[in-house]
């Protein structure tokens, strides 16, 4: 079968990469792609979120099945536009979509039906929102409504960072239509942890933990990122925590989506805080994370197709995932800057050497080719992934592939799975 993949960042490398393992795929394309998902699948030059072009394509070409990897072509409707014209299409429908790409429709949601989360408020006016803060207890959480890559997240200390964080979101409009509402929300401790599902709308079909890495910098400091690394599995998310998410959370907004009219099928994340035993949702995600993407894929050793396939034809109850027992670990290779500004068009060196380090993947994310070299092309440039027999020694394959990977400004977090080695 021809299989489209839409996107060009990590995810959607490790999503080829999983593809091209399947006897089942007889031809990969990507829209747009990169330098890494190159090697695997032909590239398509048409904007991701170009959904007429993109549609019109997998029909001139015969795809069997497209796969949308970021959020955005999923807000927009792609689902629904590729749809309508009979074309099969694997993720939610743009209504089913809010669930990531309004944090109030989110929020409104988990309250209504009774689902744990934070406390919260919804503004779309900032002298409101600026006169709730004084009811506050700090630290805060501000948010942007709408998508944002990962960035319209800032945790306030005080109040002068909550007004600071409105007035950046809601006057200087630094993430455009995503600031024209804002959620506060009181700031939950305890440890993060990602759970994302396969579901057709009836069945939630769970793969394994992972943690993600989301502050630029060593020690969970700095301004949040699209996600600096990843592991899975997540020791914080016990067995029983993993009983208790799939009863409390995952089942229960997949009958809320169906109750509201806009059934979820597709990949459905879930951002936890775990605190004292107890889960509560930070976010919804209806894609895969990226970077949690890579070490998860890795660890799949169940047929992609297979999977998706069900998910979309709703026999999900079906299917058993298999997952290879080994942990694995994804560090973020970046550029100097991000997520601030960045330079790119930086020669990347040392690609070869690093790929002969056994149990490595290298994942490619903001990349291109000019002529025979690979340069830098975007914030997160490569996402360097590591199968092996425990977390320790994926760890050290990880790295030991990092540091053979060089360009000018290269930056990358050294703490990537800590937290899960001081969990023993």
């Not at 489209?4 to 006897?23: D, Q, T, V, Y």
């Not at 502050?215 to 067995?239: H, I, K």
Request: net charge negative; hydrophobic share 45%.
């Amino acid at each position: 079968m021809k299989i489209l993949i839409i996107g060009s960042g990590g995810r959607e490398h490790a999503l080829a990469w999983s593809f091209a393992r399947s006897p089942k795929v007889s031809k990969l394309y990507c829209a747009p792609g990169n330098a890494g998902i190159a090697a695997l699948a032909t590239p398509v030059p048409i904007d991701p979120n170009d959904s007429p072009a993109l549609a019109a394509f997998a029909r001139a070409e015969g795809i069997d099945l497209t796969v949308v990897g970021p959020e955005a072509p999923l807000s927009r409707g792609i689902v629904d536009h590729f749809s309508a014209e009979g074309l099969r299409i694997f993720g939610p429908s743009r209504g089913a979509a809010a669930l990531e790409g309004s944090k109030v429709f989110m929020k409104d949601l988990l309250r209504k039906y009774r689902i744990p989360s934070a406390a919260y408020a919804a503004f779309s006016q900032r002298e409101k929102a600026v006169a709730h803060l004084a009811g506050c207890s700090f630290p805060v959480v501000v948010k942007a409504d709408g998508l944002a890559a990962g960035k319209g997240v800032i945790i306030a200390a005080e109040r002068a960072e909550a007004v600071a964080a409105l007035d950046l979101i809601m006057a200087d409009r630094a993430f455009g239509e995503a600031g024209s509402q804002v959620v506060i929300e009181e700031f939950l401790t305890g440890e993060e942890a990602s759970f994302i599902a396969f579901t057709d709308g009836k069945t939630v079909l769970p793969l394994p933990s992972s943690q993600d890495h989301k502050a630029v910098y060593e020690g969970d400091r700095g301004p949040n990122t699209g996600g600096m690394g990843a592991y899975s599995p997540a020791p914080v998310l016990t067995p029983e925590l993993e009983a208790q998410v799939m009863a409390n959370i995952m089942y229960p907004t997949v009958a809320a989506m169906a109750a509201e009219g806009r059934p979820f099928q597709g990949m459905l994340y879930a951002g936890l805080m775990i605190e004292n035993g107890a889960a509560k949702v930070l976010e919804f995600n209806c894609r895969f994370g990226d970077p949690e993407a890579q070490p998860l894929l890795m660890r799949l050793r169940s047929d992609l197709v297979d999977v998706i396939e069900a998910a979309i034809d709703q026999r999900l109850d079906r299917i058993n995932l298999e997952i290879d027992p080994r942990p694995a670990v994804c560090v973020v290779m970046a550029s100097g800057g991000y997520p601030g500004s960045y330079a790119t068009g930086q020669e990347i060196k040392g690609l070869r050497e690093a790929a002969l380090v056994p149990g490595v993947e290298i994942f490619h994310a903001g990349t291109r080719r000019e002529n025979d070299r690979v340069v830098t092309a975007g914030g997160r440039v490569l996402g360097v992934t590591a199968l092996a027999d425990d977390l320790p020694a994926a760890i050290d394959q990880a790295y030991r592939a990092v540091e053979l990977i060089s360009w000018d400004g290269c930056y990358y977090r050294r703490d990537i799975g800590q937290k899960a080695l001081r969990r023993g």
